[in-house]
């Protein structure tokens, strides 16, 4: 079992820049992909970004690539989203997973999941 945390997220505004972290606890966080996915308000959760369990192969989403990067610190069980050049459509909340199996791309396919953190950004 892992559980999941997100934080700081927050309002910012347009072409600004907002760190998320996701801190694990339970099982070595080391043996899970990890990545994180967005929802906005009327829409589905969608893909952003995944890592893989020792941090060498990344994966974007074609909306985000260029402007967000995921990494991961293992010694600290946490993975991190930083987004720049932010644009209101990133507007939503944002959820940290983990899987030990899993599809890039494919929220079913994680095992866990944070409880998300609210990213709003303002035109």
């Known amino acids: 079992q892992v559980q999941l945390v997100e934080s700081g997220g927050g309002l910012v505004q347009a072409g600004g820049s907002l760190s998320v972290p996701c801190a694990a606890s339970?099982?070595?966080?080391?043996?899970?992909?990890a990545g994180w996915f967005r929802q906005a308000p009327g829409k589905e959760r969608e893909f952003v970004a995944t890592?893989?369990?020792?941090?060498?192969?990344?994966y974007y989403a074609d909306s985000v690539k260029g402007r967000f990067t995921i990494s991961r610190d293992n010694a600290k069980d946490t993975v991190y989203l930083q987004m720049n050049s932010l644009k209101p459509e990133d507007t939503a909340v944002y959820y940290c997973?983990?899987?030990?199996?899993?599809?890039?791309?494919?929220?079913?396919?994680?095992?866990?999941w944070g409880q998300g953190t609210q990213v709003t950004v303002s035109s």
């Open positions: 339970g099982r070595t966080f080391s043996s899970y992909t």
């Open positions: 997973a983990a899987g030990t199996t899993v599809t890039i791309g494919r929220p079913h396919t994680y095992d866990y």
């Open positions: 890592i893989t369990r020792s941090g060498s192969n990344t």
